[in-house]
């Protein structure tokens, strides 16, 4: 299955903003759900946001008006934007391909493959 590579973490201020990027290696995440899922120290992964094959979005409560997931089929990428960051967001992010095509992720017992996931630190 593709493997997914996350990349665009990093360390910045409450309030700032940060995008994620994920690219796939081996194979197309064209006809796949992607998702990304975070993991703070001491909790368990948590659904963060997906897309569809075709474009749907999901996200969980806590992150809704603030960040925005995408897909570009053309680069076999997958986005996540992420504005007005709280300190609460801060944990290691992964990308996740779906188990099956045209299945969009949302728990982690859909995700076929996951990336090895990128630092996001929100912290003054």
């Known amino acids: 299955q593709v493997q997914p590579v996350e990349s665009g973490g990093g360390l910045v201020l409450p309030g700032g903003s940060l995008r994620l990027s994920c690219t796939g290696f081996?194979?197309?995440?064209?006809?796949?759900?992607m998702a990304w899922f975070r993991q703070a120290p001491g909790k368990e992964r948590e659904f963060v946001a997906s897309i569809s094959w075709y474009g749907n979005t999901y996200y969980t409560d806590s992150v809704k008006d603030r960040f925005t997931i995408s897909r570009d089929s053309a680069k076999n990428a997958v986005y996540l934007q992420m504005n007005s960051l709280k300190p609460e967001d801060t944990a290691r992010y992964y990308c996740?391909?779906?188990?099956?095509?045209?299945?969009?992720?949302?728990?982690?017992?859909?995700?076929?493959?996951w990336g090895q996931g990128t630092q996001v630190t929100v912290s003054s």
């Open positions: 081996g194979g197309t995440f064209s006809n796949y759900g």
């Open positions: 996740a391909v779906s188990r099956m095509t045209l299945v969009t992720p949302r728990s982690p017992s859909t995700v076929g493959s």
